[in-house]
């Protein structure tokens, strides 16, 4: 086991946004977290990566608890948060966002280029031009290869596909699906049909509760089952 979420409660001021909620992850799992708009998804990502505080339960990473450690330091620790909404150093180029991803972990330029460009060999092109100038699926792309800088052992990606083209959105599910099994990842996504093809597990999230867990395989390939829940 990975990571160990148990019973958190996680609050902003006096509304209560999590309700007990626990999941895991075992070591290279690609688990899927699925729900409407408010179900509290990010809310559970950004608590895990250290940017929320859950005021009740245990997160476990590695049999250590991590519920009270600052983000930066869950980041060295292995675990990488790629927000929702495609942030990038935009006055920086591509170059210099991987070179700031490789600092605090020790790794080298160009072993962390590499690994961007193994996952998407066409940023090559754009490696010394501003990231602000990236599309949107480019700045994705990117965000997915700075986090894969320092060979994490888990990354929490929030709604990677959303407001993408259907092209961009082939790019990225090929490289979730060649980065699966590498590294463990949590994925908040809408699109079914992704989710359906790369979740071993998949977690079913209403107003702040994990209300199913799907891991029969006839199950996460059922698109209408899935959507059914919801």
Known sequence: ?????????????????LHGVSINIMEGELVCIVGRNGAGKTTLLKTIAGFQRPSKGTI???????????????????IKYVFQDKRVFGDLTVRE???????????????????????HEKMKIYLDSKAKGLSGGERQILLIG????????????????????????????RILTTTKGNVSMIVVEQNLAIVSRLADRIYIMKEGNVIREITYPEQI????????LL
């Open 97 to 119: 966002n991987i070179q700031l991803a490789a600092y605090p972990v020790g790794a080298r330029l160009e072993d962390s280029i590499a690994k961007l460009l193994s996952i």
């Open 60 to 78: 476990e990473f590695d049999g250590t608890p991590i519920q009270t450690i600052k983000p930066e330091k869950i980041a060295v620790m292995g």
């Open 1 to 17: 086991m990975l990571l160990t979420v148990a019973g958190i409660d996680v609050h902003y001021g006096s509304a209560q946004v």
């Open 146 to 173: 700075r986090a894969l800088v320092g060979s994490p052992r888990l990354l929490l990606i929030d709604e990677p596909t959303e407001g993408l083209a259907a092209k961009v959105i082939g790019d990225i599910s």
């Open 221 to 228: 390939r059922d698109q209408e089952y899935i959507q059914s």
